[in-house]
C-alpha cells in the first residue's frame, strides 16, 4: 500500500478500506530484526524483513531477500510497509533519497542516519557541535599519518571511515606503513579517520530513543567490555556511574539526538577516560548490542522502544526491573553440535537466566547469542550470566 506524507505522519490513520494493521518494514535480517519481532507480535503489529540472504536470523518474520543497496528492491520491499527501519546502518544513500522522495516514511532518516555511516563525518560534526570526542584528524597520503602520528606521541588509532564493525576496519598503530594498504584502496575524496590512542578506564555506552515528535527517553548508562574490539559483556547500570556520569552520558546522547534528529533507538558508545573525561567513540542509530541487557533488566526493551519510537507513539518506561543486569555474549558458540545443544545443561545449571539465540551456524568469533542475568548482587550475577554463556562456548 502507497501512502500519501500526510497519512505516513501517524500510520495509525487508517482510510477505512486499509487493513488495520500497521507494517513495519525493515531493512536488514541480522538478530537485531529478530529480536523487533517478539515485541511486534505483542503489539499486533506486522513486521516484515528485506534480508540480504536466506536464512537470516530474522527469518521468523515475513522475510523478503533482496539487495538493500538497489533501488527497485528496496522501493518495492517498502510498497507495503507503512515504516522503514534498519538492522544495520549500509543502506546507501542513494537508496534512501529515492524512498523520501516518493514519501516513505524513513527512521531514523538519512540526514541522521550519515553521521553513523561514516565515522569521519560524524566527528566532524560532533566537534561542531562541541562534543567531547577524542583528537582526530582525516588522512589521506603516508605524510599526513606520519604527521598525526609525531603530534600524537607515535601512537593512534587509524579507522575506515565506513563499512567498519566488531573491530574491523580499526588498528592501532605507530607508523603510516601499518594503514598502507588501507591508504591504497581509498577513491579519489576519500580519507582515513586518524585518532588520538585514549587512555581510557572503561568503556561505556548510553542508549536513548527519541521518536519523530521529539520525546527521548534514556536508559541508564552501562559499562560495556570489548575483547578483541568485540563487545564481550555489557553490565548495567554502570557501577559507580551515579551523579556526574551518568549525567554527563544523558546530556551527551540527548544533545546528538535532539541535534541530529535522530528517531529510534541510538548507542552512544563512549569513552571514560582516566583523567575523568566523557568522550563519544561511535554512534549506532539502531538497537545495540549494549542495550540487549533491556530485554530482561528493564521495564521496556530497545527492541519494544524501536518500534514505539519509529511509529511515533508513547515511548515505554525505561527504568531497571532488578538492581543489576549482565549481559554476556555468545561468541562463536558450540564448537560440535548445535545451538541448542548446550540447552539442558545451561538451563538446569542456571535456572534464572534468559538465553537469547540467533538462529545463527555456530563459527568461531561470531555473535550467535547472549545470556541476560539479573538480580541484586552484582558478582552472583555476572557469575550466572558467564556461567550459562560458558556452556554454549565449548
Ligand atoms: P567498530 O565500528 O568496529 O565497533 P570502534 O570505533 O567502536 O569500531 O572501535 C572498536 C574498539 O576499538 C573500541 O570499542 C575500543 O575498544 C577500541 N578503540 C576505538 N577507538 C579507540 C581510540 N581512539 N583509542 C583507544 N581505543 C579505541
Redo the contacts with the bound molecule.
Keep these: 500500500m502507497f501512502l500519501p506524507v500526510s497519512a505516513l505522519s501517524n500510520p495509525f490513520n487508517h482510510a477505512k478500506d486499509e487493513p488495520l494493521t500497521t507494517v513495519v518494514g525493515v531493512i536488514g535480517g541480522g538478530q537485531l530484526a529478530r529480536m523487533m519481532v517478539p515485541p511486534a507480535i505483542n503489539l499486533g503489529l506486522d513486521i516484515r524483513v528485506l534480508a540480504e540472504n536466506e536464512g537470516s536470523s530474522a527469518q521468523i518474520a515475513a522475510t523478503q531477500v533482496g539487495d538493500y543497496t538497489d533501488v527497485e528492491t528496496v522501493l518495492a520491499f517498502a510498497a507495503d510497509c507503512d515504516v522503514i527501519t534498519f538492522d544495520h546502518e549500509h543502506v546507501p544513500a542513494h537508496v534512501l533519497a529515492e524512498l523520501i522522495k516518493r514519501g516513505y516514511s524513513v527512521q531514523p532518516g538519512p540526514h541522521a542516519l550519515e553521521f553513523a555511516q561514516d565515522k569521519l563525518r560524524m566527528r566532524q560534526r560532533l566537534g561542531d557541535l562541541g562534543i567531547p570526542v577524542?583528537g582526530w584528524t582525516q588522512a589521506s597520503t603516508a605524510e599526513h599519518v606520519t604527521d598525526f602520528l609525531a603530534e600524537w606521541g607515535g601512537r593512534a588509532?587509524a579507522?575506515t571511515a565506513r563499512g567498519?564493525?566488531?573491530?574491523?576496519?580499526?588498528r592501532v598503530i605507530t607508523s603510516a606503513a601499518e594503514v598502507a594498504d588501507w591508504l591504497e584502496l581509498l577513491q579519489p575524496g576519500e580519507s582515513l579517520l586518524l585518532?588520538?590512542?585514549?587512555e581510557?578506564r572503561r568503556?561505556l555506552s548510553q542508549l536513548i530513543a527519541r521518536r519523530p515528535s521529539g520525546e527521548m527517553a534514556l536508559w541508564p548508562v552501562v559499562e560495556s567490555i570489548?575483547a578483541d574490539?568485540v563487545c564481550s559483556e555489557v553490565i548495567a547500570p554502570a557501577p559507580h556511574s551515579q551523579g556526574k556520569i551518568a549525567d554527563m552520558a544523558g546530556s551527551i546522547a540527548t544533545q546528538i539526538a535532539a541535534e541530529l534528529d535522530v528517531t529510534g533507538v541510538m548507542a552512544v558508545?563512549l569513552f571514560e577516560t582516566t583523567d575523568d573525561r566523557i568522550l563519544v567513540?561511535?554512534l549506532a542509530m539502531r538497537p545495540h548490542n549494549s542495550g540487549h541487557w533491556t530485554q530482561d533488566g528493564s521495564t521496556t526493551s530497545q527492541f519494544e522502544q524501536h518500534l514505539r519510537a519509529v511509529l511515533d507513539l508513547p515511548l515505554g518506561a525505561t527504568g531497571l526491573t532488578a538492581p543489576f543486569t549482565v549481559m554476556v555474549n555468545i561468541l562463536g558458540g558450540p564448537t560440535s553440535g548445535d545451538m541448542l545443544s548446550p540447552f539442558p545443561h545451561a538451563m538446569a545449571e542456571h535456572p534464572t537466566v534468559k538465553i537469547h539465540t540467533y538462529g545463527k551456524e555456530p563459527r568461531p568469533g561470531r555473535k550467535v547469542g547472549h545470556v541476560n542475568a539479573s538480580g541484586d548482587d552484582l558478582p552472583e550475577v555476572a557469575y550466572q550470566a558467564r556461567g550459562a554463556a560458558g556452556f554454549f562456548q565449548v
Excluded: A, C
Design positions: 577524542p588509532v579507522k567498519g564493525y566488531d573491530g574491523k576496519g580499526v585518532e588520538e590512542f585514549v581510557f568503556e570489548q574490539g558508545e567513540n561511535e
